[in-house]
């Protein structure tokens, strides 16, 4: 099974701050990583696909990037409703979450 | 709109089984992967698996096979998750999702608890 691995695992920033969480794959799986939003008692909602494409409706803060094993997910002036945890997710074979990434304001 | 629905929060005893139902609405039923990712208190998202509603086929993740069975019924656009031999860890709260073309989980369930408890 394909193993995701986040860091960190928790945050603290300023409203404004940019703000970087990072995903690494055990195997290659190309641009094949999506990353979802989840906030306390809701289900997670998707923000980005194929690595680096912005859902429709998901504000121009958010930014994906990275290919292979190594993937970036980029808040670039955190906001204070970006307050969640933030979750990778391969789908090259089968599926995997990573950990997950609680993002707090300072 | 699009939306899935579930049946509601079960309370079991350990050992026992658990079905959960997911009703999809607002999109044609046979044209998306229906996954079950399911999160106890607390913890991260965990994938357990997902259903073709086109053919019913099936693929779980290595920690549930041999204990959990996903089923379909296309003529009322519902998807079903059954889980045996119930253990106090799998308590959680378990969502269906819906999987669209770009192979993104984009319509998810409102979540189903599911407490395990003697």
Redesign the interface.
Known sequence: ?IQMTQSPSSLSASVGDRVTITCQASQDIGI?L?W?Q?KPGK????LI??AS?L?AGVPSRFSGSGSATDFTFTISSLQPEDIATY?C?Q?EN???????TKVEVK | QVQLVQSGAELKKPGASVTISCKASGYTFTDSYL?W?RQAPGQ????VG?IDPTNGGT?Y??NFRGRVTMTRDTSISSAYMELRALKSDDAAVY?CVREDH?????V????TTVIVSS
């Open positions: 099974d094949y999506n979802y989840q289900a997670p909602q998707l696909y194929s494409f859902e979750y997710q789908y089968l599926r995997t979450f990573g950990q997950g | 996954h990712v991260e998202l965990e994938w997902w693929e993740a290595q969502f770009r192979f993104s989980m984009d998810w369930g409102q979540g």
